[in-house]
Nanobody, 121 residues
Framework: QVQLVESGGGLVQAGGSLRLSCAAS????????MAWYRQAPGMQRELVAR???????NYADSVKGRFIMSRGSAKNTVVLHMSSLEPEDTGTYYC???????????????WGQGTQVTVSS
């Protein structure tokens, strides 16, 4: 099993910044990719940023130029740096990981418990 633990988030005024972290732990062979998703009340969960297996970064158009996803200083961690936050960025942010438990395993998706981000206008 794999555990994803998120930290960060909170309440910030529009134009402010926040930093989210996600640490993966447990027993696994390799982490194929990690990503951040968010879900606003009454809305579907959407991809915010992702590091693909080939190492490329993907961002939602709505956050390009404002959010940066990077690898954390600790192993198997990722960080989401959010700046110029807007009220539309409000929602629960979830860490996501595609993990293989052995060689040639196509991968299993895991989710963190979510962390709340609220941007006030």
């Amino acid at each position: 099993q794999v555990q994803l633990v998120e930290s960060g988030g909170g309440l910030v005024q529009a134009g402010g910044s926040l930093r989210l972290s996600c640490a993966a732990s447990g027993s696994f062979y390799v982490i194929n990719s990690m990503a951040w998703y968010r879900q606003a009340p009454g809305m579907q969960r959407e991809l915010v940023a992702r590091i693909a297996p080939d190492g490329t970064w993907n961002y939602a158009d709505s956050v390009k130029g404002r959010f940066i996803m990077s690898r954390g200083s600790a192993k198997n961690t990722v960080v989401l740096h959010m700046s110029s936050l807007e009220p539309e960025d409000t929602g629960t942010y979830y860490c996501n990981a595609d993990v293989s438990h052995e060689a040639f395993d196509p991968g299993t998706i895991y989710w963190g418990q979510g962390t709340q981000v609220t941007v006030s206008s």
